[in-house]
């Protein structure tokens, strides 16, 4: 079974300092990873995806993350916070076939304050 | 032009009522998913359709059947509501076929409300 833990249920950072946001997962295979966020109100949308070569993957809206195979994470980070930012960001990890389902985590809320 | 599409975006509801949400993806994708939405913002999936065929049918009540009428649509049909199905619910797309990483396109949820 495949899993995705996102440890922080909120992360809090001033606008202009960098931010984080934590994922670990667990999987059977190759890993594909994924940053989605959603924003009030609305659906889902895709940030950016690891799936082979380069550990640091660059997405939209300047957000990165790392690739780390020995301790199973994916974090997604950004050197300059935005107020704009504010939203729920999930983690998400997949064995690709058409009968492996996309597995999320519980979702991270992140607060940048002026 | 909207790629997944969801109607309706807000249904409310009385228990015991049987009610639709309709999807459509415009992206040429050939797979299809219903994700569910609680109220602590967890998202499941619920089904998944590969060229209309289920391949992903989750631990969901019989209550929930999903029909896919072609690979662009995917339809979502309620029976007996209970007032725990007050969700959202996503409707998702994905190509998993040929070169594409198999990402997920989401519509803008239907906010379903039991009462």
């Known amino acids: 079974a495949q899993s995705v833990a996102q440890p922080e249920d909120q992360v809090n950072v001033a606008e202009g300092n960098p931010l984080t946001v934590k994922c670990t997962y667990s999987?059977?295979?190759?890993?594909?990873l994924f940053w989605y966020v959603q924003y009030p109100n609305r659906g889902l949308q895709f940030l950016l995806k690891y799936i082979t070569g380069d550990n640091l993957v660059k997405g939209s809206y300047g957000f990165e993350a790392e690739f780390n195979k020995s301790q199973t994470s994916f974090h997604l980070k950004k050197p300059s916070a935005l107020v704009s930012d504010s939203a729920l960001y999930f983690c998400?990890?997949?064995?690709?076939?058409?009968?492996?389902?996309?597995?999320f985590g519980g979702g991270t809320r992140l607060m940048v304050k002026p | 032009d909207t790629a997944v599409s969801q109607t309706p975006k807000y249904l409310v509801t009385q228990m015991g009522n049987d009610k639709s949400i309709k999807c459509e993806q415009n992206?040429?994708?050939?797979?299809m998913y219903w994700y569910k939405q609680d109220s602590k913002k967890f998202l499941k999936i619920m089904f998944s359709y590969n060229n209309k065929e289920l391949i992903i049918n989750e631990t969901v009540p019989n209550r929930f059947s999903p029909k896919s009428p072609d690979k662009a649509h995917l339809n979502l049909h309620i029976n007996s509501l209970e007032l725990g199905d007050s969700a959202v619910y996503f409707c998702a797309s994905s190509q998993e076929t040929g070169s594409n990483t198999g990402e997920l396109f989401f519509g803008e949820g239907s906010r379903l409300t039991v009462l």
């Open positions: 999987v059977s295979g190759n890993p594909y």
């Open positions: 992206l040429g994708h050939d797979t």
């Open positions: 998400a990890v997949r064995v690709r076939n058409a009968g492996n389902m996309l597995t």
